[in-house]
Structures are given as C-alpha cells and as structure tokens.
C-alpha cells in the first residue's frame, strides 16, 4: 500500500513547493524507495494547454501528450521518472468528471455536492495514482496558497485521506515565506505562523515545517516556529538558497529531513546512497567557462516561460564544463528596432524559443537570418523551427511573400500551413499534435550525428508544421530535411550546409533533457558555442 506526503504552501505563490516536492521524492528514491507525484492546479482550466506563458509559465508535456504545470518538469528532472497527464490534477477536471457522472445519473437520488462527490473525486485520482504506478509513496503538491478559495475542497479532502489512510501512512509538509527585513536584517517568522494558522482553521496539523528563507533559521526563528507550528524542532528545517536547485534535496538531508520523513511514516531508514547524485550536482560546479547564449522569444520578461529549454541548457553546459550566460532578447524590440540586430554579434549561441501568434514573430526571423547569414551556431524550437523555414523560403528560395498560415491565412507561399487532421478540429484545448512521437533520422547529416542513431523519441506540441508542397523547393535550395515522422507526414527537424550549426526541431527535446543527461541537441548546440567562442578568442 502507497503512502501519501502532501506539500502545502503559504503567505505567497512560486514559495519554491515543486523544488521542495521534487527533493522529498529525491530523498526517498536514494534510500532505495519508489515514488511518483501528482501536481494539484486549483485553477478552473482543465490543463495548462490553454493558457499565455506569461499567466502560469511554461507549458510542460508529458509522453503521453499531457499539457500540465511546469512543476512537472522538475519532478521529472529530479527524479529521472516520466509522468503522464494523471500526474497533473486541476479543479477542471474535477468538476468535469462529476458533472458527467451527474448526467449520466451515476447520482440519482444524490444531491451532488462538494462534500462529499467533488472531494471523494480526488480521492480516488490520488488512489488511481498511486495504484498504477505501483509506488511506496505519492508525493502530492497542492498548487496555489492556503487559504485561497479555490484550493478549499483540495485541501479537504487530503485531511479526508488523514483518517482514511492512517497517521503512519500520511504526512503533511508546509513551506511559507520567512522574509528578512532589510532594515533590520531580521527573519521574521509571523507570516509562517499566520500560514499555520490558515491550515489548522481548515482541519490540516502539518507534521513538518519548512521555512524559504535566503539563509538558514536562526536558532531562536526555528524554536518560535516550532513552538506556534506545534511540532518539535527536530520537524522545522530551512530551504534557503543554494547555488543550484539540485543542491537542494543534498542539503535538506544534512539538516535531517530525509530520516525524519522515513521515521515518521515508518519506513525502513536504509543507508541513503547520494553518489551519483553528488557528482550531477558537482557537475554544474565545475564549470571553467561562459558561453553567451541569446535567447530570442516573446515571453522574455518571465523566465519560467522558457523553464525546461534553460535547464536543458544547463544541463549541456554542466556536461562540457560550461556555464551558459543568458542575454533575454524580447523579438518584439528587434521589429521596432531594426538596427539593433547587430547586438546578436556579441553572442557565441542564438536560440529562438516556442510560441505562438503574430506578436514578435518578425522579429524571430530577424533573428535566424541574422544567425543564418552570420555563421552563429543556431537552434530553433517548435516555432523557431516553422520560422527557420520561411526565413529560408523568403531569403534563400527568394519567395518574398510566403509565411505560415497561422499568421497569414492568405499568404502567397503557404510554406507552413495547419497539419491535415488539425483542419477539422473546433476545439482548441488539448486538441494539438501533443505527446511523444517516433522521428526517423537521415544518415549523413547533423542531425544523426547529435543522436547518433537512426531513431529517436521526442515530445511534441503543435498544429502546424511544413507544407509538404513545398519540401522539393526547399530541398533543391540546400534545405536539408534530416528528420521526418515515423509516417512521413511530418517534417521534424531541418538543417542547412556550409554553417557551423544551423539545427531546427518541430519537436521539444528540452522536456526529455536531464541533469546528468542532457538533450542531444542541446549538447550539440553548446559544443558549437564553444567552438565560436574559442574562434573569436584566436
């Protein structure tokens, strides 16, 4: 039977929960323990799919063609697991599900309510959950801060599960904001303790306390918080900055948290075993030099837009032994500006990012034609994939008008146009070409010689892709087409010759990257930075 940790948060959203989930996990899988974990999203959307980067972040998929919160790529990262669509819950679903039960009049006689349809729902998610995955422990994050209205029939529920399951098969974790004052230098706990509060007025005692706080609790902050949290201060610990979030499960284990956890939901404490976890960790320290990367997007004033691409990067740089160094380039002021292109010369890499929609969409093809006509290592995602080739189609073939019919519905030269089987489609959430898919790869070209191999399996999401009028016009210019789908349908990844590295996939290999193992495109990507950099320094 599965045990249940559920992590809560308080006094502020983004107070670090899904890095604090994902080193719980952690903790457990080093001492030889199985663990999933389940995303809870109060929010009335039933998946992430539908909603702007800059309202909620990065959209992370899963293999299996999930759209779901960006704490989903930590889990995976951290814990080297994949998830599915199950792994993300969100009040949509919930109401969705009960709703379709009532009318199909699974409920008859019943009046449907919150207590006790909606809250016994989840209930048997986390259960299915932890069923299918045949796990010791589910570590459940509720999304969002106590207190919040929404999160209410969540939070009723997992104390539901308290005297369901049993005191030794659950655990509560709670992390809010101790903040230092910057007059004082103080860390002032009364928010904490205000947050406890909130959780116990709902029923909910946390077993475990831990404080986000820049530098680790003061002895006499840790005995006030345990003292108005009414666990022992051997339950309170600190989750203060480290110099890389994978650092952080290694440092909570110091503090004790690991041992506490396993004891309290009487586990056997085996010997927990960090090595290999160690040197991943030592690896982002042992980086001897900086490659410039610009990052060239629209959602560029909120990093957690572009989450998984940063830490793909990361994880390449800390496999060559480099620190990649961002410079955010917001595309739009590259159309209003259009001499400040040549700022792009000061970088060693350029990626265009994902996204959709007209907005900062020429200034993304600035970019690669920049990168293109410039010999600057290049790597285009998704939409920087579809706009590499009309760049190549306006500039290179020299058809000045085409474009892709999400943007130009009319445009003369459709050279990426709405995929066959999206033409039909009404529906706009969960609808797109999402999930993992088999890309067949042309021996001979750059792409097989990143994957070295024949095959490979990315992650998809998107509705449009290369018109395949197009391809022997394309082709015949020196576009090289060097990955399709397993079914020919799609184009997957292009590339061209006589360029250091010019590399552009439909597909998002940042969401497969881990630490320890990064992305083959983006180890590629990073080995040519360094090799312009070192060209500059000659």
């Known amino acids: 039977m599965s045990k249940f940790i559920f992590v809560t948060?308080?006094?502020?959203?983004?107070?670090g929960k899904g890095i604090?989930?994902?080193?719980?996990?952690?903790?457990?899988?080093?001492?030889?323990?199985?663990?999933?974990?389940?995303?809870?999203?109060?929010?009335?959307?039933?998946?992430?799919?539908?909603?702007?980067?800059?309202?909620?972040?990065?959209?992370?998929?899963?293999?299996?063609?999930?759209?779901?919160?960006?704490?989903?790529?930590?889990?995976?990262?951290?814990?080297?697991?994949?998830?599915?669509?199950?792994?993300?819950?969100?009040?949509?679903?919930?109401?969705?599900?009960?709703?379709?039960?009532?009318?199909?009049?699974?409920?008859?006689?019943?009046?449907?309510?919150?207590?006790?349809?909606?809250?016994?729902?989840?209930?048997?998610?986390?259960?299915?959950?932890?069923?299918?995955?045949?796990?010791d422990v589910l570590l459940v994050e509720i999304g969002g801060t106590v207190g919040d209205i929404?999160?209410?029939?969540?939070?009723?529920?997992?104390?539901?599960?308290?005297?369901e399951e049993g005191y030794y098969n659950t655990l509560f974790v709670h992390i809010a904001l101790v903040p230092i004052l910057d007059v004082t230098h103080e860390q002032k706990s009364k928010p904490f303790q205000h947050s406890i509060q909130e959780l116990r007025r709902i029923?909910?005692?946390?077993?475990?306390?831990?404080?986000?706080?820049?530098?680790?609790?003061?002895?006499?902050?840790?005995?006030?918080?345990?003292?108005?949290?009414?666990?022992?201060?051997?339950?309170?610990?600190?989750?203060?900055?480290?110099?890389?979030?994978?650092?952080?499960?290694?440092e909570l284990d110091k503090q004790g948290m690991g041992d506490y956890i396993v004891k309290r939901l009487m586990l056997n404490n085996t010997m927990p075993n960090?090595?290999?976890?160690?040197?991943?960790?030592?690896s982002f320290r042992d980086t001897k030099d900086k490659?410039?990367?610009?990052?060239?997007?629209?959602?560029?004033?909120?990093?957690?837009?572009?989450?998984?691409?940063v830490e793909a990067l990361k994880h390449a740089g800390a496999k060559l032994k480099v620190s990649p160094e961002f410079g955010w380039i917001e595309t739009t002021e590259l159309e209003e500006d259009p001499l400040s292109i040549s700022k792009l010369s000061d970088y060693h890499g350029i990626?265009?990012?994902?996204?959709?929609?007209?907005?900062?969409?020429?200034?993304?093809?600035?970019?690669?034609?920049?990168?293109?006509?410039?010999?600057?290592?290049?790597?285009?995602?998704?939409?920087?994939?579809?706009?590499?080739?009309?760049?190549?189609?306006?500039?290179?073939?020299?058809?000045?008008?085409?474009?892709?019919?999400?943007?130009?519905?009319?445009?003369?030269?459709?050279?990426?146009?709405?995929?066959?089987?999206?033409?039909?489609?009404?529906?706009?959430?969960?609808?797109?070409?999402?999930?993992?898919?088999?890309?067949?790869?042309k021996e001979g070209t750059l792409a097989h010689s990143i994957y070295g191999c024949n095959e490979v399996f990315e992650r998809h999401r998107h509705r449009y892709g290369v018109n395949p009028e197009y391809i022997p016009i394309l082709e015949e210019n020196g576009l090289i087409i060097s990955g399709i789908s397993y079914d020919e349908k799609n184009v997957e990844f292009i590339e061209i010759k006589n360029h250091p590295f010019f590399f552009a996939s439909q597909a998002h290999p940042e969401f497969k990257s881990r630490p320890g193992r990064p992305s083959p495109p983006f180890l590629g990507f990073i080995k040519s930075c360094i090799e312009r950099k070192k060209a500059i320094q000659r």
Not at 26 to 35: D, E, H, N, T
Not at 221 to 245: H, M
Not at 401 to 410: G, L, R, S, V
Request: glycine share 8%; net charge neutral; charged share 25%.
């Open 9 to 15: 948060g308080g006094v502020l959203s983004s107070v």
């Open 274 to 282: 960090w090595s290999e976890w160690k040197s991943i960790v030592e």
């Open 150 to 163: 929404e999160s209410l029939p969540f939070f009723e529920a997992v104390r539901q599960m308290r005297l």
């Open 351 to 441: 990626i265009v990012l994902p996204g959709f929609g007209v907005r900062g969409s020429e200034g993304k093809i600035m970019a690669i034609k920049y990168a293109r006509e410039n010999k600057i290592p290049f790597f285009g995602i998704c939409f920087g994939f579809q706009l590499a080739v009309v760049e190549f189609m306006r500039n290179v073939v020299g058809y000045k008008e085409a474009h892709t019919t999400e943007i130009n519905p009319d445009t003369k030269y459709p050279v990426i146009d709405l995929l066959p089987e999206q033409k039909n489609v009404m529906k706009l959430g969960g609808t797109m070409r999402l999930g993992s898919y088999k890309i067949i790869i």
């Open 20 to 135: 604090l989930t994902a080193s719980i996990g952690k903790m457990l899988q080093v001492r030889g323990y199985s663990v999933s974990v389940v995303k809870i999203d109060p929010y009335v959307n039933v998946d992430a799919g539908t909603m702007n980067p800059y309202i909620h972040g990065e959209v992370f998929v899963t293999e299996d063609g999930g759209e779901t919160d960006l704490d989903l790529g930590h889990y995976e990262r951290f814990l080297d697991i994949n998830l599915s669509k199950l792994n993300n819950i969100t009040t949509g679903q919930i109401y969705a599900t009960v709703i379709e039960k009532e009318r199909r009049g699974e409920y008859l006689g019943s009046c449907v309510q919150i207590i006790p349809h909606i809250t016994d729902e989840i209930k048997r998610r986390l259960r299915e959950v932890a069923n299918k995955s045949n796990i």
């Open 203 to 250: 029923g909910i005692q946390p077993d475990i306390l831990v404080a986000r706080c820049r530098t680790q609790l003061d002895k006499e902050v840790k005995r006030k918080i345990s003292l108005f949290g009414n666990v022992t201060p051997d339950a309170v610990f600190t989750s203060y900055d480290v110099d890389n979030i994978y650092a952080l499960p290694i």
């Open 291 to 309: 490659v410039k990367i610009a990052m060239c997007g629209k959602y560029t004033k909120l990093i957690d837009s572009y989450m998984s691409i």
